[in-house]
């Protein structure tokens, strides 16, 4: 048997957990419409709302909800003991407080679901100050999600396609964007990367893949109403599994569920030769880099993505039909931008540096090509172990 204030503690953390369940849910058809309010709630009234609405719920669906969101205690110990207690019990003025508390360390309720934080004042700053030497990857993103995000009713879901060479910041974007645009940022339950030698490796098992995939869409769609998945190592994805996404981003029946409010990001490596000769023109130019437009670099691009063979990603439908709303280029790095990734390193390491120090790890990178050395082969790709390697 717990204890009171055990089981007063647990009741306030099923509580919240099937309030971000609820908030967010569109799985349960049924189950949604009669206790979720329309719109979207604001504030600390609408939560102390919901909280009031959910102690109407039968004992069976809160088990059912706490369990799946609370998987392993409730399998553990508390399945009982929940059942034990009825939320009726509970007054109103212990609902007032918990929701009080609820808005104070969550940043939630203004989206409607405390997952979701869509702070672009966030996405700007880091964009800004963490991402190096991509001057227009900052303008392309801030702009795309922001206008995305300001739509009341998008006519389908957002589509990105990072190109550039590794290490370039391409990753590091996407985790950006799902750190500002959710709470809990990549580990969210509404973000899902998918890692084409990871999860799609075989040819031979495409049909099974694009069955997955499709489910996996499915579930998150189940869960969160405005999702983020993220398609790494693109250039090495099928085809037919690219052209499996086309409805989802096409808000097209085939669909099913409405996918108009999703995020698709699809990081690539193709068309990466033509961004660095553009950047090396311009050098040898003697003009800045940040001098450089997207016209000057999307003709090159699109142009190298078609003449790709071998890729699923340039030739699939989803591409070449225009479902991408935004390429967005990743500029080769210098020495310069090296440097800077090494004294972030440093900083959030909580490491003491010096510049000769940042230097040193800069001159470790290999320069291509070979004869001017302009480029960092790597980007700032294993910065950090060469730091670590550096100070140990
Ligand atoms: C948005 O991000 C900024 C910068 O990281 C932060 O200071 C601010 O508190 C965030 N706002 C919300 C509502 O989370």
């Given amino acids: 048997m717990l204890n009171w204030n055990t089981s007063h503690l647990l009741c306030g953390c099923c509580l919240l957990l099937v309030l971000v369940r609820v908030s967010g849910h569109t799985g349960k058809k049924g189950a949604k419409e009669q206790i979720v309010p329309q719109g979207v709630p604001t504030g600390y009234s609408e939560v102390q709302r919901q909280l009031e609405a959910f102690t109407d719920l039968s004992k069976q669906y809160w088990h059912y909800i706490s ?29 007032k407080i918990l929701a009080n508390w609820y808005c104070s360390i969550s940043t939630c309720c203004e989206t409607g679901d ?45 589509t990105l396609s990072f190109h550039g060479w590794s290490g370039t910041g391409k990753n590091f974007v996407a985790r950006l964007i799902a750190e500002n645009l959710y709470r809990d940022g990549m580990k969210s339950a509404c973000v899902r990367i998918f890692i084409s030698q990871l999860h799609f490796p ?34 090495k994805l099928h085809v037919d599994l690219v052209d499996a996404l086309k409805p989802y981003v096409d808000h097209s029946d085939d669909a099913g569920e409405d996918y108009r409010n999703s995020i698709f990001l699809f990081l690539s490596n193709i068309g990466s030769n033509a961004i660095n000769e553009v950047a090396r023109n311009f050098w040898r130019a003697g003009r800045q880099r940040e001098e450089i437009t997207l016209e000057d670099l999307e003709r090159p691009l699109r142009a190298e993505m078609s003449s790709a063979t071998g890729s699923g990603f340039a ?24 440097k800077l990734c090494a004294r972030d390193v440093f900083i959030a390491q909580g490491l003491p540096y010096t510049k000769e120090m940042l230097d040193e790890v800069a001159r470790m990178m290999i320069y291509v090509p070979k004869e001017e050395r ?15 390697y550096f100070v140990s």
């Fill in 67 to 95: 369990c799946r969101l609370w998987q392993e205690d409730c399998v553990k110990e508390e399945s009982e003991s929940l059942q034990g207690w009825s939320l009726a019990l509970m007054g109103q003025d212990y609902l």
């Fill in 202 to 235: 075989h040819t031979s098992y495409l049909d099974s893949y694009k069955v997955q995939l499709k489910r996996q869409l499915r579930e998150i769609i189940g869960r969160c109403k405005q999702p983020l998945f993220i398609f790494d190592e693109a250039e």
């Fill in 374 to 388: 302009l480029f960092s082969a790597q980007g700032c790709k294993s910065v950090s172990q060469r730091i670590n």
């Fill in 114 to 158: 405390c997952r979701i934080s869509n702070n672009i004042t966030g996405l700007k700053l880091d964009l800004s100050r963490r991402l190096h030497g991509q001057h227009l990857t900052q303008e392309v993103v801030l702009k795309a999600v922001q206008n995305f995000l300001q739509l009341q009713q998008p006519e389908k879901a957002l």
């Fill in 315 to 338: 030739h699939s439908q989803l591409f070449t039909s225009g479902l991408v709303d935004f390429i967005v280029p990743f500029l080769p790095l210098e020495y310069e931008h090296v």
